[in-house]
């Protein structure tokens, strides 16, 4: 059975950093580039970071590039996107996918609040 499972979202402060990951089972997770995306309410969902499958190259939305990192481990299966300097339009269900051609996987998506 496929899962993509994310976890550390929650309520952070702008300025303040945030440590999401996704823990894959199911599938071969090192055959497969991983994405972070994100929907705000009211919003399409938008891709925010991308790892290839060896985890050699990322690539960045411009609204968080030089803020946010994103990281995998193949042999945990495990990807993780360090989010620093967090700002309130970083509020959103962030959701961690699984791409391989058209095989396509999505997690259940992680909750980050943004608030002082």
């Known amino acids: 059975q496929v899962q993509l499972v994310e976890s550390g979202g929650g309520l952070v402060q702008p300025g303040g950093s945030l440590r999401l990951a996704c823990a894959a089972s199911?599938?071969?997770?090192?055959?497969?580039?991983m994405n972070w995306h994100r929907q705000a309410p009211g919003k399409e969902r938008e891709l925010v970071a991308a790892?290839?499958?060896?985890?050699?190259?990322?690539i960045y939305a411009d609204s968080v590039k030089g803020r946010f990192t994103m990281s995998r481990d193949n042999a945990e299966k495990i990807v993780h996107l360090q989010m620093n300097d967090v700002k309130p339009e970083d509020a959103a269900v962030y959701y961690c996918q699984a791409v391989n051609g058209l095989s396509k996987y999505w997690g259940q998506g992680t909750q980050v609040t943004v608030s002082s």
């Open positions: 790892i290839t499958r060896a985890g050699d190259s990322t």
């Open positions: 199911g599938f071969d997770f090192s055959s497969y580039a």
